[in-house]
Structure formats: C-alpha cells, structure tokens
C-alpha cells in the first residue's frame, strides 16, 4: 500500500492521518510535540464545529466527545450602540436556531486522543519538529507528503497568493479565555448558543460552550481592531491578568456578557491565548531545495481570521476533501496537476470562507447593518445567518449585495404578511365557528341565522 508523510498534528493532520489510516495506507504523522505534552499544554483555538464539519468526523467514527461536549444549538449576534450611562446597549440582539445542533471539543483533548488513536491502530509517529530540509530527505521515501502544520519553516515553501488575499497585515488582535462559572443568558436559560458581539471600531467578543480538560467549560474570545481600545493583550503573560483584561473589556463595551461573567474563573493555567496575523491564501504546492513537491493542508493554505468561527470547520473540510481526492487515485502518481486539482476541490468550499471572513473584518456597509437589525424583527432571518455559519456558500444568496439583501428582505416581509393574514383568518374562523356552537344552544332558529354569516366575517379577514 502507499506510503503517505502528514506533517502536523492538528484538526485536519489527525483527521486525515485516521481516514487514510482506516484505509489501509501506510501513514507517518510528524508531530512537534506527543500526546501528553498537547495535553497538558496551552489552549490552542476556539473551536465551534458546525453540523457538516461534525458529519465528517462522524463518517470515521472519530466522535469520540460527542455525548458530553455541550450541544450548540442557537447562535446569536448582538451589537453595541453608541456609549451611555451603565456603558453601550445593545442596538440588535437576537438567537437563530441551528438545524443541527454544534459542537465545541478542546482540542487539547482532541487532538491527544486522535494521536493516541493513531498509535493504537498501528501508524507511526515521529516526535520532531520538521525543517524544509528534513523534508527535502524524507520526500524520496513517501509517494506523498502532506504538510499540515500551519505555522513555523515549512510554511515558507507556500507563497502567497496575493489575487485571493486582499489583506497584508493583521485585522484583529485575538485574546481567549476558557473559564468555569459563566452564567447562562437569562434570554434563553435552557439553550447552549455562540454568542457574537459587535461592537462597532472595537471589535467583537464572542461566548460559546465547550468541553475542555476539567469538564463543560465556557470561551471568552476578543477580536480587538489594531490599535483600539480593545487591543490590550500584548506583553501580558500572567493568566490571571489576561482574564481580569477579558473580563474589563466586557464590563465596558457588552456590560449584557458581563453581567454573567462576574463569578467565573480560568479553568486552568494554560486557559488563555492571545495572538495576530494575516489572513493568507498561499499557493498549493510547496518545492523542495532537492526538486519534491508537498501539498498543502487546510491553514497552512487557506488562513482565515477566526472572526467567522470556520478554522476547525474548514479544517475538517478540507480533510474531508483531500481524503477523497487521495482514494480516487488509486495507484497513479500524486504529481503536481493532482495536487493544483485536489487544492482546487477543497477551494470550492473554501473561497466562501474566505470571502464571508474578509468582508466581517471590514466596516459592515449599511445593508448588512440592515439585514443583522432584520434578525430581531423576523426568525426567518437570524435563522438563515445562522445556518450559514455551517454553509457559508448561501451568503452569497443574500448578504453581499445590497440589491440581493434587499429583495431578500422584501421577500421575508411578504411571507410574514402572509403568515400573519392567515393567523387571523384563522383565528376568526375559529371565533366564529365558537360563536355558532353557542347560538346552536340557544337555539335552532337563531343557529341556522348565524351559520349564514360566519363565513362572511372570515373572508372579511382573508
């Protein structure tokens, strides 16, 4: 059978390490660091897995966290007005219901268990931080080399691709936190949902449930505007400090999360994470100094800022798609036109991402502001938003063109007219269907006068 290098052990290293594992492929997975050490170290995303990205895990029987993470079923956007007394209100808040539910697994746990897995099932692991020139030795042993690790050396070998990557620079400073004794929202007390809060020139905290180390555990996740008041996480190394930052921030600008977060404490010391970088797209193939190509994987590739919650997901995704692309070949070369073709397979899905993701970072034009303000006056419209957290590609549908948004939105009014129409005839149908129940007795006479003009008064609401 075929031997195949992974390099990285994150979401799409492991998931796609075990599916080409399950069938039959000879798989090496380099890894900078062993399953205890993933462990017991430092939190390393915010991770929400939407239904699809969920499926696909679920199709290799990799769910192992399934029936104890939380189950994500709403996500809610909320944005800040401008400031008052008691600190900014909220302008828009509403929860769209997912029509599947999501998931968030630390992938601490995660992806120590998946290697541990691997190991079990027989793949080899190597414990060692890989250079270009490592690779440049080992390529002649595989007949593919994969690379999955979205930071360090290796990334080099992937330049960039500057037609899909309008940005050089950072968009947001990133600050986390995984903390015990959140409060629920006392909105909706009984549902797990992501919270998304705007808050315009700030930035955006986002709230979501989760399963980490010590148990259900909740993300406090700030994507600060460089330079704003919101970015004040860099130089901070103490904990404790990064969570007091988190928590003042809150009290400031959603005083509504704050006031759910006044007892809660980091689940552990390795429960924070702060960061930047620019969102890339970088060419597929990588060139080895000796002449070998390596295909790229996931963000190593296509890195997108985590304002939109699709790293894990795309991850996942494009796991998925390289599993497949990887079957189909069979015995055939794994040569420079498969690997552009397998890249193109996962960029279908991808170049959604990247275009909704980009467009969050920027300043929201005032049909998207229109459309979110939409979400609190019909379900219709927080539930597709919602949902296409899981399917990106539908944004393309409603949300980026003001003339799409706006029949869009027509349309939405026109059915809840409808809706609301037939409600009412409804409800006098049913008044006056009561109302001859009664005349009937008090009499037969009297009955047969108002059976004539029932039907009236229903078409009158018709």
């Known amino acids: 059978m ?6 990285g052990a994150g979401q799409s290293g492991l998931q796609l390490a075990l599916g080409l594992q399950s069938q039959g492929y000879e798989i090496t997975l380099m890894s900078n660091r062993t399953a205890d050490e993933i462990r017991g170290g430092r939190v390393m995303s915010t991770q929400c897995m939407f239904h699809t990205a969920l499926d696909h895990e679920r199709d290799l029987e990799l769910n192992f966290w399934e029936e104890r993470a939380p189950r994500i079923e709403g996500l809610g956007v909320s944005v800040a007005g401008p400031p008052a007394p008691g600190g900014h209100p909220r302008v828009i808040d509403w929860v769209g219901r997912l029509d599947g539910y999501a998931q968030s697994v630390d992938q601490r746990i995660k992806m120590a268990g998946w290697m541990e897995t691997f190991e079990q099932r027989g793949g080899q692991v190597v414990i060692h931080g ?14 593919l080399v994969l690379v999955a690790a979205g930071k360090g050396e290796l990334v080099s070998l992937f330049g960039r691709d500057a037609d899909r990557s309008p940005y050089d620079t950072p968009r947001r400073a990133l600050a986390v936190a995984y903390v015990h004794g959140l409060g629920p929202r006392p909105e909706h007390p009984g549902v797990d949902a992501v919270r998304c809060n705007l808050v315009p020139g700030v930035g955006e905290l986002f709230v979501m449930p989760t399963l980490t180390t010590s148990g259900r555990a909740d993300i406090l996740f700030w994507e600060a505007v460089p330079g704003g008041p919101a970015d004040a996480f860099q130089g901070l190394t103490d904990p404790a400090e990064h969570l007091e930052r988190v928590l003042e921030l809150m009290e400031h600008f959603t005083p509504w999360e704050y006031a759910r977060a006044t007892k809660v404490e980091l689940t552990d010391a390795g429960g924070t994470l702060s960061g930047r970088y620019a969102p890339t797209v970088r060419h597929p193939v990588g060139r080895l100094p000796g002449g ?13 800022d985590p304002i939109t919650g699709q790293g894990s997901n795309s991850a996942a995704k494009c796991a998925a798609a390289y599993l497949e692309s990887i079957l189909e070949r069979g015995d055939r070369p794994f040569d420079e036109e498969w690997m552009r073709t397998t890249f193109d397979r996962y960029w279908e899905t991808a170049r959604h991402v990247t275009k909704w993701t980009n467009a969050m970072l920027a300043p929201p034009p005032e ?26 590609s539908d944004f393309e549908n409603f949300f980026y063109e003001p003339e799409k948004t706006a029949a869009y939105l027509d349309e939405v009014r026109e059915e809840a007219e409808a809706a609301e129409a037939e409600a009412e005839a409804a409800e006098a149908e049913a008044a006056g269907t009561e109302a001859a129940e009664a005349d009937d007795m008090a009499g037969a006479d009297d009955g047969a006068e108002v059976d004539d003009q029932a039907p009236e008064a229903v078409r009158s609401f018709r």
Do not use: M, Q, T
């Not at 075929?2 to 390099?7: A, D, F, G, N, T």
């Not at 890989?130 to 007949?143: E, H, I, P």
């Open 130 to 143: 890989a250079a270009v020139s490592d690779l440049d030795v080992l390529a002649r042993k595989y007949d």
């Open 292 to 304: 070998g190509l390596v295909l790229g994987v996931a963000d190593v590739v296509v890195a997108n």
């Open 2 to 7: 075929r031997k195949i290098l992974i390099v």
């Open 367 to 392: 049909h998207i502001v229109n459309l979110l303000g939409a979400g609190s006056a019909f379900p219709a419209v927080a539930h597709r938003i919602a949902n296409g957290f899981d399917d990106p």
